[in-house]
C-alpha cells in the first residue's frame, strides 16, 4: 500500500474526478490510508452529453461501492467553451486544433479546477486533489500548475500536487479498469479531443 502525506495532514479531501478508469485506484489508495475524500465531479468540457452521462454514473457507480459521497456539479460545456475560446484570444494561439497535452489542455484544466476550489472553498474542504494525475495522457506539469492556481483563487484550500502514478498505482489503475468493468472513453472528452 502506498503510503500518503496530506498536506496539513487534513482530514477534509475534495477529490476532482475526470472518470471512474482515473479514479479507481485513487480512491482506493485513499480508503486504504483511512480517508474518506468526497468526490467532485466537475467536467464541463465532455461532449456530447450523452458521453457525459455515461462517465458521471461510472463514477456515480465506483464511489458508492466504495462508500464515498459523491457530488456532481452543473454540467455547463457552453461555458467552457467560452473559456476556451476566451483564452484563445488572451493568448493569441489556436487551442481548438491544439494536441492533446498542449496550452487547451491547461486551459481546461483551470477551468474545471476552479471549479472544484470553489466548492472546496464555499464547503469547508482544507485540500483538494484530482484524478487527472493519474493517467499517462495528461501532461503531470499542467495539472499541478492547474491545480495551484485554482487553490490560490481561494483562501484555505491547498492544492495537493499527490504523484497517483508512482508506488504501483499505474499499474493497480489498468487491473481495477478491467475488474470493475468500467466502461473506458476513447478520447479525453471535449469535441477537439475527439480528433
Avoid at 132 to 149: C, I, M, P
Avoid at 170 to 193: T, V
Wanted: net charge neutral; charged share 25%; glycine share 8%.
Amino acid at each position: 500500500m502506498t503510503k500518503l502525506e496530506v498536506p496539513g495532514n487534513s482530514r477534509k479531501i475534495l477529490l476532482h474526478a475526470c472518470c471512474a478508469p482515473c479514479s479507481g485506484a485513487i480512491v482506493e489508495c485513499l480508503v486504504q490510508n483511512g480517508l474518506r475524500p468526497v468526490v467532485f465531479y466537475s467536467n464541463s468540457n465532455i461532449h456530447p452529453r450523452e458521453e457525459y452521462d455515461i462517465r458521471l454514473n461510472e463514477c456515480i457507480r465506483y464511489a458508492r461501492e466504495c462508500g464515498l459521497e459523491i457530488v456532481e456539479d452543473t454540467y455547463d460545456h457552453g461555458a467552457w467553451l467560452d473559456h476556451i475560446l476566451r483564452q484563445e484570444q488572451l493568448l493569441g494561439a489556436d487551442l481548438r486544433h491544439a494536441p492533446e497535452r498542449g496550452p487547451r489542455c491547461l486551459e481546461c484544466f483551470k477551468f474545471r479546477l476552479l471549479r472544484a476550489a470553489e466548492y472546496a472553498s464555499t464547503h469547508g474542504f482544507e485540500v483538494l486533489t484530482t484524478t487527472l494525475a493519474s493517467s499517462r495522457w495528461k501532461d503531470l506539469g499542467q495539472v499541478n500548475e492547474a491545480g495551484e492556481y485554482a487553490c490560490s483563487q481561494f483562501s484555505g484550500v491547498t492544492w495537493w500536487p499527490q504523484n497517483w502514478r508512482k508506488g504501483g498505482l499505474q499499474e493497480r489503475r489498468s487491473q481495477i479498469i478491467k475488474e470493475r468493468c468500467f466502461y473506458n472513453q476513447l478520447y479525453c472528452g471535449c469535441e477537439f479531443s475527439q480528433r
